[in-house]
């Protein structure tokens, strides 16, 4: 068996809503100040998926160019990790193994564990590509993150989906095997399944991150892993941004360091661009980040990047990656910007009416009404099934 195989991140993709809300709009509605979102949280603005918009049409979206750029044939296994699942059984990601044309010579399956089974998704692949190289594994996390409305959640809702293609030789982000885990279970943040939208007790789930943070670094270190000033950047779970500078600083705190605010911007500032303006997108988040971080930064190329993946309840991992050289040719910079920038502005009232929104749950016909101009599109709802296309 090939041990020695490099394995990692060989193309990575964004995707996100049609609709965009920003905190000026929502703080000018519920009269906080914005530099509570702005400064307090690190939020500028919220993804908003419009009518006929779900974690699949994104995951579709997201995963598209990745199939177009290197085609199909190695693609043997698709694993989508959502904490928005559409159904109780089928995975979303045969939607969109459907929408894309792949083969069916191919296993699909749905992940999860609040924000952290995106993190999962990847080991996975790894270790199925360790089987056989030839392979490559479609590694897609979509979420809409929804809190109630007029509570202190919803500031950080968000929406994205960042599809990975995983394989061997990889031309962006070579994977360490080395890991880190931790897991305690906690209450800090669920989502019933009667409800639509997350509970959180947002104290709770910051200190709950933060003694993750703690635990999978402890194991991680504890495994002969790196230390800490080995790595040039640092991507966190960003269910907020200011979330990644609280994460770091306790790092620092932890593993005996001084703490400087420069430092922390030099290692994470790049990884919060992104997520700032799109808001949680949960198991997307982390890879929002570093999709960040990789087209931001100046060159990257040998450095080691740490990953802190936390999911709420709660599950943690630390894991490292190596940036490879000639990188910066293959990324989608150009598209993630544009992918972000192209969001329509909506008032509040239109969010609000988003928001509320669902469809009837009586086995009618259900038509979602046209309004995304993205490449997929929820048709709408006919006999309990989900109808989707390209348009
Ligand atoms: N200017 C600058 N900063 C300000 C400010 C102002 N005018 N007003 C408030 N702030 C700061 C506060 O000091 C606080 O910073 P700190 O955490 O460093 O102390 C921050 O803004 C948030 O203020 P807070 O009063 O704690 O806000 P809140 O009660 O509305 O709750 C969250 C904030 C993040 C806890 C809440 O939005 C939440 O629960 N979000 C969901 C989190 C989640 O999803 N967790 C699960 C996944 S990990």
Redesign the pocket.
């Known amino acids: 068996m090939p041990g020695d195989v490099s394995i990692g991140i060989h193309d990575l993709s964004l995707a996100t809503t049609q609709y965009v809300l920003t905190h000026e709009t929502l703080a000018a509605h519920n009269g906080t100040?914005v530099?509570?979102y702005h400064?307090?949280?690190g939020q500028r603005a919220m993804s908003v998926p419009a009518a006929d918009e779900d974690i699949v049409t994104m995951a579709a979206d997201a995963a598209a160019p990745v199939v177009a750029r290197h085609g199909a044939d190695r693609i043997r296994t698709v694993v989508l990790a959502t904490e928005t699942s559409v159904d109780q059984s089928k995975a979303a990601g045969i939607y969109v193994h459907s929408l894309l044309g792949l083969s069916s010579a191919a296993r699909v399956v749905e992940l999860k564990q609040?924000?952290y089974s995106g993190t999962a998704a990847l080991q996975f692949a790894m270790g199925l590509v360790h089987r056989d190289p030839s392979e490559q594994v479609l590694v897609i996390a979509s979420d809409v993150?929804r809190?109630e409305l007029d509570s202190?959640?919803e500031?950080?809702q968000g929406a994205a989906a960042v599809a990975m293609l995983v394989g061997a030789d990889p031309a962006l982000l070579r994977l360490e095997d080395r890991s880190g885990m931790f897991t305690a279970d906690i209450m800090?943040?669920w989502r019933p399944n009667y409800r639509t939208t997350?509970l959180?007790d947002?104290?709770e789930?910051?200190s709950a991150?933060l003694q993750a943070v703690e635990g999978a670094w402890k194991d991680y270190t504890g495994r002969g892993g790196r230390k800490l000033d080995e790595f040039g950047a640092f991507c966190y779970?960003q269910?907020?941004t200011?979330?990644a500078h609280?994460a770091h600083r306790h790092l620092l705190q932890y593993d005996g360091h001084a703490v400087g605010e420069e430092e922390i911007t030099r290692v994470i500032g790049h990884t919060t661009a992104y997520n700032m303006e799109l808001g949680?997108s949960y198991t997307a988040s982390m890879y929002v980040g570093l999709a960040s971080l990789l087209d931001h930064a100046d060159d990257l190329t040998g450095q080691a990047v740490g990953f802190l993946s936390?999911g709420?309840g709660s599950v943690a991992e630390f894991f490292a990656g190596t940036v490879v050289p000639g990188y910066r040719a293959r990324l989608r910079s150009g598209a993630h910007r544009e992918a972000i920038g192209r969001r329509e502005e909506i008032g509040y009232a239109r969010y609000r009416e988003l928001h509320e929104r669902s469809f009837p749950a009586d086995g009618g016909d259900h038509p979602a009404p046209k309004e995304t101009t993205g490449p997929h599109r929820l048709v709408g709802l006919s006999g309990h099934k989900r109808i989707y296309a390209t348009r």
């Open positions: 100040g530099a509570k400064r307090g949280i609040a924000c993150s809190y202190p959640g500031a950080t800090d943040f997350a959180v947002g104290r789930s910051i991150y779970h269910p907020f200011r979330m609280k949680n936390y709420s």
